[in-house]
């Protein structure tokens, strides 16, 4: 199984970018899949979901309305649009399955960094 996040950056206030991440080892289309994301000093959190077909989608309170994920079945990859970023979006961010235990592997994930 693997991970391989891209599309972050530095971006100022109110900005947007476009996260993927490609994935191998497994029947993608099988599973539903995450973003997440880790804050310098905090817990990694749970961003946004999404079911295998594409069709439901959730999103943590603090994201919902400006993050929108979407997935490719046929590219094995998953999206995340961000848009009105905050300063407080800033954080590493991951994908994984929906759900992951104390054993589950990470990708090196891609820095979003959000400032003037």
């Known amino acids: 199984v693997q991970f391989v996040e891209s599309g972050g950056g530095l971006v100022q206030p109110g900005g947007s970018l476009r996260l993927s991440c490609a994935t191998s080892?497994?029947?993608?289309?099988?599973?539903?899949m995450s973003w997440y994301r880790q804050a310098p000093g905090k817990v990694r959190q749970l961003v946004a979901s999404?079911?295998?077909?594409?069709?439901?989608?959730n999103y943590a309170d603090s994201v919902q309305g400006r993050f929108t994920i979407t997935r490719d079945n046929a590219k094995n990859t998953v999206y995340l649009q961000m848009n009105s970023l905050k300063p407080e979006d800033t954080a590493v961010y991951y994908c994984?399955?929906?759900?992951?235990?104390?054993?589950?592997?990470w990708g090196q994930g891609t820095q979003v960094t959000v400032s003037s």
């Open positions: 999404l079911n295998p077909a594409g069709r439901s989608a």
């Open positions: 080892g497994f029947t993608f289309s099988n599973y539903g």
């Open positions: 994984n399955f929906r759900t992951v235990g104390p054993r589950s592997s």
